[in-house]
Protein backbone atom coordinates (compact mmCIF):
# COMPACT_ATOMS: atom_id res chain seq x y z
CA UNK A 1 0.00 0.00 0.00
CA UNK A 2 1.25 3.29 -0.90
CA UNK A 3 2.62 5.53 1.75
CA UNK A 4 3.68 9.22 2.79
CA UNK A 5 6.99 9.32 3.47
CA UNK A 6 9.01 12.11 5.63
CA UNK A 7 12.68 12.78 5.70
CA UNK A 8 14.88 13.37 7.92
CA UNK A 9 12.82 11.27 10.78
CA UNK A 10 15.21 13.88 13.19
CA UNK A 11 16.63 17.22 13.00
CA UNK A 12 18.53 19.16 15.33
CA UNK A 13 19.87 22.29 14.60
CA UNK A 14 20.59 25.83 16.20
CA UNK A 15 18.22 27.96 16.96
CA UNK A 16 18.29 31.08 14.08
CA UNK A 17 18.98 28.10 11.39
CA UNK A 18 16.60 27.41 8.49
CA UNK A 19 15.33 23.99 8.19
CA UNK A 20 13.86 22.27 5.29
CA UNK A 21 11.43 19.38 6.33
CA UNK A 22 10.45 16.79 3.04
CA UNK A 23 7.58 14.73 2.30
CA UNK A 24 7.12 12.82 -0.36
CA UNK A 25 3.17 12.36 -0.78
CA UNK A 26 0.95 10.17 -1.99
CA UNK A 27 1.82 9.66 -5.93
CA UNK A 28 -2.24 10.89 -6.87
CA UNK A 29 -2.61 12.36 -4.17
CA UNK A 30 -3.62 16.49 -5.00
CA UNK A 31 -3.71 18.24 -1.26
CA UNK A 32 -1.63 18.57 1.38
CA UNK A 33 -1.06 19.05 4.67
CA UNK A 34 1.41 20.15 7.11
CA UNK A 35 0.45 19.22 11.11
CA UNK A 36 3.16 19.86 14.02
CA UNK A 37 2.44 18.63 18.16
CA UNK A 38 4.67 19.81 20.30
CA UNK A 39 5.35 17.20 22.78
CA UNK A 40 3.05 16.25 25.26
CA UNK A 41 0.56 18.76 23.40
CA UNK A 42 -1.75 17.67 20.50
CA UNK A 43 -2.39 17.89 17.14
CA UNK A 44 -2.00 21.45 15.32
CA UNK A 45 -2.59 22.37 11.82
CA UNK A 46 -0.30 24.17 10.22
CA UNK A 47 -1.15 24.71 6.24
CA UNK A 48 -3.21 23.20 3.08
CA UNK A 49 -2.00 23.21 -0.23
CA UNK A 50 -3.96 22.46 -3.22
CA UNK A 51 -3.10 23.86 -7.14
CA UNK A 52 0.57 25.38 -6.04
CA UNK A 53 -0.58 27.70 -3.60
CA UNK A 54 -1.58 27.57 0.14
CA UNK A 55 -5.33 26.95 0.28
CA UNK A 56 -5.80 27.96 4.21
CA UNK A 57 -2.95 28.50 6.92
CA UNK A 58 -3.15 28.76 10.68
CA UNK A 59 -1.90 31.74 12.95
CA UNK A 60 1.14 29.61 13.87
CA UNK A 61 1.68 29.35 9.96
CA UNK A 62 3.46 32.97 10.24
CA UNK A 63 6.51 34.63 7.84
CA UNK A 64 9.11 32.14 9.26
CA UNK A 65 7.21 29.38 7.39
CA UNK A 66 6.68 28.47 3.79
CA UNK A 67 5.87 25.82 1.51
CA UNK A 68 6.70 24.49 -1.48
CA UNK A 69 6.45 21.75 -3.96
CA UNK A 70 9.72 22.12 -6.14
CA UNK A 71 9.28 19.27 -8.12
CA UNK A 72 5.67 16.68 -8.68
CA UNK A 73 6.61 14.71 -5.68
CA UNK A 74 8.03 16.38 -2.88
CA UNK A 75 6.31 18.70 -0.55
CA UNK A 76 8.29 21.51 1.55
CA UNK A 77 8.26 23.04 4.75
CA UNK A 78 10.67 25.58 5.48
CA UNK A 79 11.03 27.48 8.63
CA UNK A 80 13.30 30.23 8.07
CA UNK A 81 14.70 31.09 11.37
CA UNK A 82 14.10 28.29 14.04
CA UNK A 83 12.95 29.22 17.32
CA UNK A 84 13.35 26.82 20.52
CA UNK A 85 9.78 26.64 20.39
CA UNK A 86 9.50 25.16 17.25
CA UNK A 87 11.08 22.16 18.42
CA UNK A 88 8.00 19.47 17.44
CA UNK A 89 6.93 16.69 15.51
CA UNK A 90 6.09 18.00 12.25
CA UNK A 91 3.48 15.56 10.17
CA UNK A 92 2.76 15.56 6.41
CA UNK A 93 -0.26 14.45 4.91
CA UNK A 94 -2.33 14.14 1.98
CA UNK A 95 -5.26 13.65 0.27
CA UNK A 96 -6.69 12.09 -2.77
CA UNK A 97 -9.72 13.79 -3.04
CA UNK A 98 -13.10 12.97 -1.99
CA UNK A 99 -13.97 11.15 0.14
CA UNK A 100 -11.57 12.72 2.21
CA UNK A 101 -8.86 10.07 3.91
CA UNK A 102 -5.83 12.13 5.08
CA UNK A 103 -2.85 9.46 5.05
CA UNK A 104 0.13 10.61 7.87
CA UNK A 105 3.79 10.47 7.01
CA UNK A 106 5.49 9.06 10.10
CA UNK A 107 7.14 12.47 11.06
CA UNK A 108 10.04 14.45 11.49
CA UNK A 109 10.96 15.20 15.33
CA UNK A 110 12.98 18.80 15.15
CA UNK A 111 14.76 19.68 17.90
CA UNK A 112 16.22 23.53 18.42
CA UNK A 113 18.69 23.87 20.55
CA UNK B 1 -14.08 29.33 15.33
CA UNK B 2 -13.84 25.81 15.23
CA UNK B 3 -13.48 23.90 18.38
CA UNK B 4 -13.21 20.26 19.16
CA UNK B 5 -13.37 19.13 22.45
CA UNK B 6 -12.21 15.39 24.31
CA UNK B 7 -12.99 15.62 27.62
CA UNK B 8 -10.84 13.04 28.80
CA UNK B 9 -7.02 12.96 28.33
CA UNK B 10 -6.86 9.29 29.83
CA UNK B 11 -9.40 6.36 29.95
CA UNK B 12 -8.53 3.07 31.47
CA UNK B 13 -10.99 0.13 31.16
CA UNK B 14 -10.68 -3.50 31.55
CA UNK B 15 -10.67 -5.80 28.88
CA UNK B 16 -14.19 -6.96 27.41
CA UNK B 17 -15.60 -3.64 29.02
CA UNK B 18 -17.62 -1.21 26.97
CA UNK B 19 -15.51 1.71 26.30
CA UNK B 20 -16.86 5.13 25.06
CA UNK B 21 -14.57 8.28 24.09
CA UNK B 22 -16.06 11.65 24.18
CA UNK B 23 -15.54 14.42 21.31
CA UNK B 24 -17.77 16.99 21.52
CA UNK B 25 -17.22 20.33 18.22
CA UNK B 26 -17.98 23.62 17.54
CA UNK B 27 -18.66 24.75 14.47
CA UNK B 28 -21.15 27.05 12.85
CA UNK B 29 -21.70 25.11 9.34
CA UNK B 30 -22.09 21.45 8.51
CA UNK B 31 -19.26 19.59 10.15
CA UNK B 32 -16.83 16.70 8.59
CA UNK B 33 -15.65 14.66 11.55
CA UNK B 34 -13.00 12.13 11.44
CA UNK B 35 -11.19 9.60 14.77
CA UNK B 36 -8.33 9.29 14.44
CA UNK B 37 -5.56 6.62 15.92
CA UNK B 38 -2.05 6.55 16.84
CA UNK B 39 -0.52 3.82 18.03
CA UNK B 40 2.49 3.71 20.41
CA UNK B 41 5.45 4.93 17.78
CA UNK B 42 3.33 4.18 14.83
CA UNK B 43 2.09 7.15 12.69
CA UNK B 44 -1.65 8.47 12.19
CA UNK B 45 -4.36 6.75 10.97
CA UNK B 46 -7.56 7.37 10.18
CA UNK B 47 -10.10 5.17 11.83
CA UNK B 48 -13.96 6.32 11.30
CA UNK B 49 -15.02 9.22 9.93
CA UNK B 50 -18.69 10.35 9.81
CA UNK B 51 -20.06 10.64 6.51
CA UNK B 52 -19.05 6.80 5.63
CA UNK B 53 -21.14 5.45 8.45
CA UNK B 54 -18.97 2.73 9.08
CA UNK B 55 -17.32 0.47 11.73
CA UNK B 56 -13.76 0.19 11.73
CA UNK B 57 -12.01 -2.55 14.20
CA UNK B 58 -15.76 -2.70 16.15
CA UNK B 59 -15.67 1.24 16.49
CA UNK B 60 -18.93 2.78 15.89
CA UNK B 61 -18.99 6.84 16.25
CA UNK B 62 -22.19 8.35 15.35
CA UNK B 63 -23.13 12.21 14.60
CA UNK B 64 -25.18 14.35 17.15
CA UNK B 65 -25.87 17.29 15.59
CA UNK B 66 -28.10 18.26 18.40
CA UNK B 67 -25.71 17.60 21.02
CA UNK B 68 -22.81 18.77 18.70
CA UNK B 69 -21.25 15.29 19.74
CA UNK B 70 -19.09 12.70 17.97
CA UNK B 71 -18.51 10.06 20.64
CA UNK B 72 -16.24 6.70 19.91
CA UNK B 73 -17.86 3.36 21.03
CA UNK B 74 -16.66 -0.10 21.45
CA UNK B 75 -19.07 -2.46 22.94
CA UNK B 76 -16.27 -4.55 24.29
CA UNK B 77 -12.54 -3.75 24.41
CA UNK B 78 -9.56 -5.23 23.61
CA UNK B 79 -5.97 -4.71 24.82
CA UNK B 80 -4.42 -4.14 21.28
CA UNK B 81 -7.13 -1.15 21.31
CA UNK B 82 -4.72 0.75 23.71
CA UNK B 83 -3.47 3.91 21.45
CA UNK B 84 -4.03 7.49 21.03
CA UNK B 85 -7.49 8.86 20.04
CA UNK B 86 -7.72 12.08 18.21
CA UNK B 87 -10.79 13.79 17.24
CA UNK B 88 -10.92 15.96 14.20
CA UNK B 89 -13.35 18.20 12.16
CA UNK B 90 -12.38 19.87 9.06
CA UNK B 91 -14.07 22.62 8.27
CA UNK B 92 -15.23 21.99 4.26
CA UNK B 93 -14.15 19.55 1.31
CA UNK B 94 -10.69 19.96 0.13
CA UNK B 95 -7.88 21.44 1.34
CA UNK B 96 -9.75 22.79 4.60
CA UNK B 97 -8.35 23.43 8.04
CA UNK B 98 -8.21 21.09 10.23
CA UNK B 99 -8.50 21.26 14.25
CA UNK B 100 -7.85 18.37 15.79
CA UNK B 101 -9.07 17.45 19.52
CA UNK B 102 -6.41 17.05 22.62
CA UNK B 103 -6.80 13.11 21.87
CA UNK B 104 -7.17 10.47 24.77
CA UNK B 105 -5.06 7.95 25.62
CA UNK B 106 -7.14 4.78 25.85
CA UNK B 107 -5.00 1.82 28.36
CA UNK B 108 -7.37 -1.03 27.79
CA UNK B 109 -6.09 -3.42 31.50
CA UNK B 110 -5.95 -7.48 30.84
Known amino acids: EPEVTQTPSHQVTQMGQEVILRCVPI?????FYWYRQILGQKVEFLVS????????KSEIFDDQFSVERPDGSNFTLKIRSTKLEDSAMYFC???????????FGPGTRLLVL | AQRVTQPEKLLSVFKGAPVELKCNYS??????LFWYVQYSRQRLQLLLR??SRESIKGFTADLNKGETSFHLKKPFAQEEDSAMYYC????????????FGDGTTLTVKP
Open chain 1, 93 to 103: ASIAGEPETQY
Open chain 1, 27 to 31: SNHLY
Open chain 1, 49 to 56: FYNNEISE
Open chain 2, 27 to 32: YSGSPE
Open chain 2, 50 to 51: HI
Open chain 2, 88 to 99: ALIRYRGAGKST
